[in-house]
């Protein structure tokens, strides 16, 4: 049974571009959540996608936006890119059943590595 | 709001001795709390959680928290530390109940390094 995947594992770019990052969840998860890293710090929350609708979001700019497809797989798109933008972009995947809010596990990718030059 | 405090942000130890992880959270609702643990280059794997059930929680490779609300902390041990243990680890607490869109908040980790 694959766990989650992420696509691509690093990736650089350079300021003022565009990236799409890819994730396809755990056999049986409906719900994908985005997170972001930066050096030395705890993961952040994006946003989290359920039935190919954004649920909840957290403190981020409108620059950050994503995609749910009806095979669960999501996408976390990125414009305009910032030297603040560079981190790593995990995706977990849950079970939810439809509930608001999360209490159950997460399982989570490897991350894509993103360096904005 | 919500957020988690990691007391230390690196914990040394010998391999062999008691380890301890330390976490405090400040919850507007009864939260649901965690332990993530990351490896380098790896993603996040859950350790234990702690959802209003039993205050003391068991999880994987011989670690466990306890859950106490008069002190609002869930400190990580295990009684005896492996060198595989070396690795990032994560509090985390999320909202138990109501609406919001506040996600799970992590705190800024705790290295663990384990000393042969």
């Known amino acids: 049974d694959a766990g989650v995947t992420q696509s691509p594992t690093h990736l650089i770019k350079t300021r003022g571009q565009q990236v799409t990052l890819r994730c396809s969840p755990k056999?049986?998860?409906?719900?994908v959540s985005w997170y972001q890293q930066a050096l030395g710090q705890g993961p952040q929350f994006i946003f989290q996608?359920?039935?190919?609708?954004?649920?909840q979001r957290g403190n981020f700019p409108d620059r950050f936006s994503g995609h749910q497809f009806p095979n669960y797989s999501s996408e976390l798109n990125v414009n305009a890119l910032l030297l603040g933008d560079s981190a790593l972009y995990l995706c977990?995947?849950?079970?939810?059943?439809?509930?608001?809010?999360?209490?159950?596990?997460?399982?989570f990718g490897e991350g894509s590595r993103l360096t904005v030059l | 709001a919500q957020s988690v405090t990691q007391l230390d942000s690196h914990v040394s130890v010998s391999e062999g001795t008691p380890v301890l992880l330390r976490c405090n959270y400040s919850?507007?609702?009864?939260?649901?709390l965690f332990w993530y643990v990351q490896h380098p280059n790896k993603g996040l794997q859950l350790l234990l959680k702690y959802t209003s059930a039993a205050t003391l929680v068991k999880g994987i490779n011989g670690f466990e928290a306890e859950f106490k609300k008069s002190e609002t902390s869930f400190h990580l041990t295990k009684p005896s530390a492996h060198m595989s243990d070396a690795a990032e680890y994560f509090c985390?607490?999320?909202?138990?109940?109501?609406?919001?869109?506040?996600?799970?908040?992590f705190g800024k980790g705790t290295h663990l390094i384990i000393q042969p």
């Open positions: 985390v607490v999320s909202r138990n109940s109501g609406g919001g869109a506040d996600g799970l908040t």
């Open positions: 996608y359920y039935e190919e609708e954004e649920r």
């Open positions: 977990a995947s849950s079970f939810d059943r439809g509930r608001v809010f999360y209490a159950g596990e997460l399982f």
């Open positions: 919850s507007s609702y009864s939260p649901s």
């Open positions: 056999s049986g998860h409906d719900t």
